[in-house]
């Protein structure tokens, strides 16, 4: 069994609650706009990192990440963006991608809207963990956390870190 912390949209600041939230994770999952190479170091040092560019990332985060990253986790085939949009809404492209590659789990950030939700016609979980960050118009800052067992992905828990401002 592997514990995941997933977050996004953190745009250069990696609030220490999230510390406290992802201790017991082995892994921390980033969906796109860390924002600062500090940001991103903080990561890397705290848990092995999954992580992805965002379209505020500079070339000094970009050159350090992929735009998309396909993985399994346990028996679960991931796949992680930035801008992905949600089912029945993806971007371009990502329909496509989501075809080819058949993952379980789909994640993406950048709207700052949590989203979990299952993509029926595709038979992939749809994930967008909102923002973590301080940056942008969500009103509640959030991340999520869940066990990958297999096949199966449990104990989904929605963080609340507090309002933005």
Known sequence: MRKIGLLSDTHGWI???LM???RACDEVWHAGD?????ALDTLIAFRPLRAVYGNIDGNNVRSRLSETLHFACEEVKVCITHIGGRPGAYKPGIARTLAQHQPDLFICGHSHILVVQMDK???CLHMNPGAA???G???VRTALRFDIEGKDI???QVI?????A
């Open 160 to 164: 609340e870190l507090g309002k933005r």
């Open 133 to 135: 960050g301080k940056q």
């Open 137 to 139: 118009f969500h009103t």
């Open 20 to 22: 406290h939230h992802f």
């Open 34 to 38: 860390i924002g600062d190479p500090a």
């Open 121 to 123: 016609p595709l038979r």
């Open 154 to 156: 449990k104990n989904l």
């Open 15 to 17: 609030d220490p609650a």
